[in-house]
């Protein structure tokens, strides 16, 4: 599984930098996106992945004993999922006011300061 | 003493405020500054010709060996006498001079600063505060030569000095750490007793190097002296200060400081005489191709200043005394004749020498001064000038080996200086005065005064030596050579080979004068080998830097995003490529790994097409409903394997970044197949190589064995420290807490953003 798991891994962040190259702004998004979720992916995996025993302390005791997930990967990609969602909205609603007020979506036309070029 | 240092820098401070009360007839007030440090300098010849050093340390930053230590010796008093005192009379001078300039305070208030910073190098027996101080006389001279800040020409000027001598000060600053960290010490005086461990250490070629390169920068020495000329561009009082008597001495005052120190090899002698024998033949010859006054006086500072290294290369205890007696006649004449050349200047408006004649019958007190200098320059009896010279023929003569050779050098040059000196001093007064300067009268006193009290001086030096014996020549003789012999400087020597060679001397550099002209098509025909000058080389290797950096920016700046995206990728797989290979051993333990299971693989299956089709879809819509299934079943594999929490986030994350797509869907752009195939091609092979190389470097990290130390922290102490059960809430909420709270609020700036681009109406630019 864990093979797999990180040739999926390796899939997401070709797609993701492959998306990141073009010169559209909405494939930009979209391979951001596509990258983070392989790097949360790259996180949990390194963490090891466990199956069935979540890190929560059974009613009756008091620390958690025997074979269970590690938490800590947990917490770093729950952060990392709701920063991204932060950046994802963000960025597809400069995408679509830049598209709006410039009329292009090219990026090679978006790189200068100038107005009027 | 830290007050006489800083008495300069405070007293610019002071024209910063009071600036506008000192451009008027209060100008000439402000130099009661230099003139009190003058006598509070002189107070302390009695105790320095009896032989006392007197030390003073204020620490500043202990920790590093940094502190404000000042030495008063007798080459200290040289140079802070000849710089108060110099300095005096530039500062009255330049009341004269400049008078009703609308910038005459910031003029004082650079010339303070940098007369500050000149006594704190020379007082300074600390390395560290030494070359503190050695940058700010580069920064503050900078100001100086560049005062005329609307011409290009001298801003020019001054970038170069600044940049020349900025080098120099980098290479002290190697030399000065090099030299603290070998001798253990910081204090130069302590390091004179480190000599045998300094000399014999490793790095002992490296420190003579540095503290050269130091010295010949700032001392104007080939093939770096190209800047002093360029330099004249300033106002005559800076160049009379700059060039006569501060800092282009300063490097000769470094090389003279390190001479206890260092001199123990052959390379130090070897170098700097060659240097300097260089220096001074070159800059000599050059003196007759000149026609403007100010050219002339520069090539012969060069020279002069050659003799000096070339003086301290020799390094014997005669060699040293004439470089000491020669450092205050260079002082004397070469800063009167720049006086001189200022009132010529300004009067007649020209510096050229084939047009200058007769000017004694109107100003005859500044042509009685150029005489006097002419003549302590040229070396004529009964002045200060026949005394040094004479030392000079001495040392030479009895240095071990080569003695006649550079003896010879050494009288070419001084035929040579007399001549410039001549020129400068005597050829524009004497002759037949043109019509046109008929109406010239004589200026304010304050400007031809100066000139005439230093050459004076010369005079009585000249007449007796013994004055300049005891206060600097023995107490120089006796720090600075390790075996002091009584010597006595004299006038008349009675009738001896020095005599002669003194003799021959004067009768050449008169028949020079009389039989060559300074002419211009001399000046024209040397023009024309410029293009191999050091000045020019420099310059073109400047230039070329320039266009390299220039070439190398615009070919990784380019401005498109995905050339600097490539470039770090491509570098990545480079580097991680060659860290992964360079050390290849895949085994994996197929026991450790987890079972796979059919809903495993249908869910990754999902995953997998839902990431294809992302990326070859020609529909947005298609694409973004295609990246919510990649976002689900990643929330289902978060279910699977013990991460509840995760699965939740990511589902609602998903849901909402989907439905946000969505509902601008139609406000965005459509696809456009914008790149070509090839360029598809090739960031397709470097996207696959990069996920390629992420899979190997999972796979490797898998093997290592992983540290649990952290999470069996959490396992044990979220309840009983915390009082939750679900330990990633725990993490979250409580044990980092306040990162939680920090990202809500980057959530929250996110929202304001996004809030505020939707609401947000560009009214010019919209409409159009």
Not at chain 2, 238 to 256: C, D, E, I, P, R
Not at chain 2, 491 to 502: D, E, K, R
């Amino acid at each position: 599984m864990e093979i797999i798991l990180a040739i999926i891994t390796g899939v997401l962040y070709a797609s993701g930098i492959y998306m990141i190259l073009r010169r559209s702004m909405v494939k930009l998004i979209l391979g951001i996106i596509l990258l983070g979720n392989g790097v949360n992916l790259l996180i949990f995996l390194l963490g090891r992945i466990t199956k069935g025993e979540p890190p929560i302390i059974d009613s009756a005791k008091k620390v958690l004993e025997g074979v269970y997930a590690d938490p800590i990967p947990q917490a770093l990609i729950l952060t990392a999922i709701v920063i991204s969602f932060g950046l994802q909205a963000f960025a597809i609603i400069l995408v679509k006011r830049t598209y709006k007020v410039l009329k292009t979506d090219d990026l090679d036309q978006l790189n200068t300061t100038d107005e009027d070029s | 003493m830290l007050g006489a240092v800083l008495l300069g820098f405070l007293f610019s401070l002071f024209l910063v405020f009071a600036g506008s009360y000192f451009r008027g007839k209060l100008a000439v007030l402000s130099s009661l500054v230099p003139l009190s440090l003058f006598i509070y300098f002189l107070t302390f010849l009695p105790e320095i010709a009896d032989g006392k050093v007197i030390y003073e340390n204020y620490e500043w930053i202990p920790s590093f060996g940094v502190n404000l230590s000042f030495t008063l010796d007798g080459l200290a008093l040289l140079f802070a006498l000849m710089i108060t005192g110099v300095g005096s009379l530039v500062f009255l001078y330049t009341s004269a001079y400049l008078k009703d300039h609308k910038y005459l305070d910031r003029f004082y208030g650079y010339l303070s600063m940098f007369m500050a910073a000149m006594l704190g190098l020379v007082l300074s027996d600390n390395i560290m505060s030494l070359f503190i101080f050695w940058e700010l006389t580069s920064i503050s001279s900078f100001y100086l030569i560049g005062f005329n800040n609307d011409k290009a020409d001298s801003r020019k000027s001054a970038l170069t000095a600044l940049g020349i001598t900025g080098i120099g000060g980098l290479l002290l600053l190697g030399g000065a750490v090099l030299l603290g960290e070998v001798a253990g010490t910081y204090r130069i005086s302590e390091m004179v007793m480190m000599r045998d461990v300094i000399t014999d250490s490793s790095h002992y070629l490296l420190i003579l190097l540095l503290i050269f390169g130091a010295a010949f920068t700032k001392s104007a020495q080939f093939p770096f002296h190209f800047w002093l000329p360029g330099a004249m561009k300033a106002p005559t009082p800076v160049s009379t200060y700059l060039h006569s008597a501060t800092m282009v001495k300063a490097g000769v005052y470094l090389l003279f400081r390190m001479t206890p120190i260092l001199n123990g090899d052959e390379i130090w002698h070897t170098i700097l005489i060659v240097v300097g024998a260089v220096t001074m033949v070159y800059s000599a010859i050059h003196i007759i191709f000149r026609t403007d006054l100010k050219g002339i006086l520069a090539y012969s500072t060069i020279s002069a200043l050659g003799i000096l290294v070339f003086l301290i290369g020799i390094g014997t205890q005669a060699a040293l005394v004439a470089a000491a007696v020669f450092i205050v006649v260079h002082a004397l004449y070469k800063a009167s004749l720049f006086l001189i050349t200022g009132i010529i200047d300004h009067e007649t408006g020209t510096r050229d020498v084939t047009q200058l004649s007769g000017l004694r019958k109107v100003l005859l007190p500044v042509a009685i001064a150029g005489f006097i200098a002419a003549l302590i320059s040229g070396g004529v009896p009964p002045t200060l000038g026949f005394v040094g010279k004479d030392l000079i023929y001495e040392a030479t003569l009895h240095f071990k080996d080569a003695a006649i050779f550079l003896t010879v050098l050494a009288i070419l040059t001084k035929i040579l200086l007399f001549y410039g000196g001549f020129v400068a001093g005597v050829k524009p007064f004497m002759g037949k005065l043109p019509q046109k300067f008929e109406k010239l009268h004589l200026p304010s006193p304050l400007m031809w005064m100066p000139p005439l009290i230093m050459t004076l001086a010369g005079i009585v030096f000249g007449i007796f030596p013994g004055l300049i014996e005891t206060a600097f020549a023995k107490p120089i003789a006796m720090t600075q050579v390790i075996e002091f012999e009584e010597f006595h400087l004299k006038l008349w020597h009675g009738f001896n080979s020095v005599l002669g060679l003194s003799a021959i001397t004067i009768t050449l550099g008169a028949i020079l004068y009389f039989t060559l002209k300074p002419k211009h098509n001399l000046e024209n025909a040397i023009a024309k080998l410029d293009k191999i000058a050091p000045k020019d080389l420099t310059l073109k290797l400047s230039e070329g830097f320039a266009e390299f950096s220039r070439l190398w920016t615009n070919f990784f700046q380019t401005g498109y995003l995905r050339h600097y995206i490539s470039t770090i990728v491509l570098f990545l797989i480079l580097l991680l490529g060659y860290l992964i290979f360079s050390d290849f051993s895949l085994s994996i333990d197929y026991s450790s790994l987890t079972e796979l299971t059919v809903y495993e693989i249908s869910i990754l299956l999902m995953l997998l097409m839902g990431v294809l089709y992302t990326v070859f879809t020609k529909s947005r819509l298609a694409a973004v409903a295609a990246l919510g299934v990649v976002g689900l079943s990643f929330s289902l594999l978060f279910l699977f394997y013990s991460a509840p929490d995760l699965a939740m986030t990511q589902f609602s994350v998903d849901t909402l970044t989907v439905i946000l797509f969505v509902l601008v869907l139609y406000k965005l752009p459509k696809y456009l197949k914008l790149s070509d195939t090839g360029v598809r091609i090739k960031h397709g092979v470097l996207s696959i190589s990069f996920g390629i190389l992420i899979t190997l470097l999972i796979l490797k990290v898998l093997n290592e064995p992983k540290n649990t130390e952290i999470s069996e922290f959490y396992a044990e102490n979220a309840y009983t420290l915390a009082h939750g059960k679900n330990i990633v809430n725990v993490i979250l909420v409580d044990f980092r807490g306040i990162d939680t709270m920090i990202e809500i609020s980057v959530l929250i700036v996110a929202a304001l953003g996004v809030f505020g681009l939707l609401k947000l109406r560009l009214k010019t630019r919209d409409k159009k």
